[in-house]
């Protein structure tokens, strides 16, 4: 494993200078129209990001070596895998809160970037821990056994974002309106400046990422120790996501055997955290547990016959009320 490279302050914020453009560029280029942007173009900006990220990685294996350029591209491919969870739980979020077409990539668009934010303070966090204290190797790797645990049981196979902590804050703290203003945050009513349920939506997905974070983070520090390698896979494999939701928004349920490939990356990453003193796995057998896992997880999925359809309900003469009350 790579120890820490030797990446100044200035290459630091020139590199966080470059995420901010580019989630700029995907906030005020992609689905600019107030609508579900066509499957071609989620597809493209989709392909367009994991070349972004490739070319990324094609550029720091020239500049730092094989060793690191490897521990970059496992640790993207890992954190890739893993963020597809994460689509699937903001299918669920916005579902639940029906959030207007109009408003989704402008959720999505901001919270991707404080989850951003949130997994940079789990890393420098991280990183300090593994740093002062070796045992922390033995936490995270019990955590991701847990999280792999769980994951094969289906343990966390329903999602109930009414329990949030942070969503009843919200409701009981924040004056609301009843009903979403467009992709508007906060809007003037009665003289008084008032929060929009996207506010409500919005806290929901941060906390969210954080569960999520004690998940990803501990694992790809299994692949390398080195904060900015662990970042920039972070940020990549974030930048991607908001295309790639709306590509795969409408084919989740394809993907039977996601948890369990994702428990299995899981399982082998804590299982190489807890044998870290005793043996080392060179960054390829990483690389292909990663790859070949995943590449059997989404072809045995998708050769599994789809689910019958369920029964439509029956027509309701009201217009369903937003989930926000």
């Known amino acids: 494993m790579n120890a820490d490279l030797d990446i100044s302050a200035a290459v630091w914020l020139g590199f966080g200078g470059l995420v901010a453009v580019m989630l700029v560029v995907d906030l005020l280029l992609f689905a600019r129209k107030d609508d579900t942007p066509p499957m071609r173009t989620a597809v493209i900006w989709s392909i367009g990001w994991i070349v972004v990220a490739l070319g990324f990685g094609a ?26 969870d994460n689509i699937f ?8 809160f029906a959030v207007p077409l109009a408003a989704q990539a402008k959720v999505l668009s901001w919270g991707i970037a404080l989850a951003l934010v949130l997994r940079l303070i789990f890393i420098l966090l991280g990183a ?29 196979a329903e999602i109930h974002p009414e329990h949030n902590p942070a969503l009843r804050l919200v409701r009981k703290r924040v004056p609301m309106t009843s009903g979403y203003r467009g992709d508007r945050l906060f809007v003037r009513e009665a003289g008084r400046r008032i929060a929009t349920p996207l506010v409500a939506v919005f806290a929901v997905v941060a906390t969210t990422d954080i569960v999520f974070a004690v998940d990803s983070i501990p694992a790809i520090f299994a692949v390398t120790q080195d904060s900015f390698i662990v970042f920039a896979a972070n940020a990549f494999a974030m930048l991607g996501l908001r295309p790639l939701y ?17 428990a299995i990356i899981l399982a082998f990453i804590g299982v190489k955290m807890l044998l870290i003193d005793v043996w080392h796995a060179p960054i390829w057998v990483s690389l292909g547990v990663i790859v070949g896992v995943l590449a059997a997880t989404i072809v045995l999925s998708l050769r599994k016959p789809p689910a019958p359809p369920p029964e439509e309900p029956a027509q309701r003469d009201e217009a369903p009320e937003p989930a926000i009350r």
């Open 59 to 84: 550029a720091f294996w020239a500049w730092q070596g094989g060793e690191a350029g490897g521990e970059y591209l496992a640790g993207y491919l890992l954190e890739r895998s893993l963020s597809l």
């Open 89 to 96: 739980v903001f299918a669920v979020i916005l579902s639940f």
């Open 128 to 156: 300090a821990l593994l740093d002062a204290f070796h045992a922390t190797f033995y936490v995270f790797g019990a955590i991701l056994l847990y999280t792999a645990w769980k994951l094969a049981r289906h343990d966390d």
């Open 246 to 262: 709306f590509v795969l928004a409408g084919m989740m349920d394809r993907f039977a055997y996601l948890g369990t490939g994702l």
